[in-house]
């Protein structure tokens, strides 16, 4: 493949690839611009379950860009959706932040600490040791149990923080629970993105930093698949992958170029 020709979706990721902390990579507005011009789709991926989609759209904002609501998806509404359709729960335990926690409420489940019928754990940024203790108590009384991504860091501007993978270790350790990961790289989420654009893997192209989820799902699900060295893969990361990326690209500008 030598262009983007065939591709009418993409499916970026947003932390390190079109944008770290506050700072918007150059090029960002432009690229939409393009893809706009050019009749292409586009949806703006998240595993950070630490906020919910309106907090992002407000994120955008500061950059100067109205991003519609209907062009974000979260870990943690692909998480929610799966369990309202694949499960009988009706209540949860949540391990996450406040906008987490709305989310849930919004996608019509209610919050119980004390008899939930699951655990939902987010990149949960506000972690405190008496929730922790709640949730370990309830996942050795075998509730049903869940994750919103498997991140072991979030990148910023100061280094990798831990993120809601090391979180799932911590609690493996104490109660020997692993949970059911939604997220990237897992297929409800690739399946609720390609609802969200109508789209199919051979025109959809995954753009992101990352080899362990959004370059991963990019191969479970016969996406095309962009890495960009903008965020947390180097490119001397790819010597020892079997599966190597379509195209890798410094960063966002190259798509431009192919397109």
């Not at 004390?114 to 370990?136: F, H, I, M, Q």
Request: hydrophobic letters at 35%; one cysteine or more; glycine letters at 6%.
């Amino acid at each position: 493949m030598k262009n983007l020709n065939h591709i009418e979706n993409f499916l970026f990721d947003m932390d390190g690839t079109l944008y770290l902390g506050n700072q918007l990579f150059e090029g960002v507005p432009e690229l939409f611009e393009t893809l706009n011009k050019k009749n292409k789709h586009f949806l703006l991926l998240t595993n950070n379950s630490s906020k919910d989609k309106s907090l992002y759209q407000k994120k955008w904002l500061g950059y100067g860009i109205a991003m519609p609501l209907t062009k974000i998806l979260t870990s943690g509404e692909a998480t929610f959706q799966f369990i309202k359709t694949s499960t009988s729960v009706k209540t949860m335990f949540i391990l996450g932040t406040e906008s987490l926690k709305k989310e849930a409420l919004e996608s019509g489940f209610q919050i119980d600490e004390n008899n939930p019928d699951a655990v939902v754990l987010g990149y949960d940024t506000s972690l405190r040791y008496e929730n922790l203790v709640k949730a370990c108590l309830l996942l050795q009384k075998n509730k049903l149990y869940f994750a919103t991504h498997p991140d072991i860091n979030c990148p910023s501007e100061a280094g990798p923080l831990p993120d809601c993978g090391a979180m799932i270790e911590m609690i493996y350790a104490s109660t020997g629970r692993r949970p059911k990961i939604l997220g990237k790289p897992n297929q409800e989420m690739v399946e609720a993105a390609l609802t969200r654009v109508n789209g199919k893997s051979s025109n959809t192209a995954i753009v992101g930093d990352r080899l362990y989820t959004d370059m991963e799902m990019g191969y479970r699900s016969n996406l095309t698949t962009i890495l960009v060295l903008s965020g947390e893969a180097k490119l001397e990361d790819l010597k020892n992958e079997k599966r190597k990326p379509d195209f890798v690209m410094e960063n966002i500008n190259g798509i431009v170029e192919l397109i």
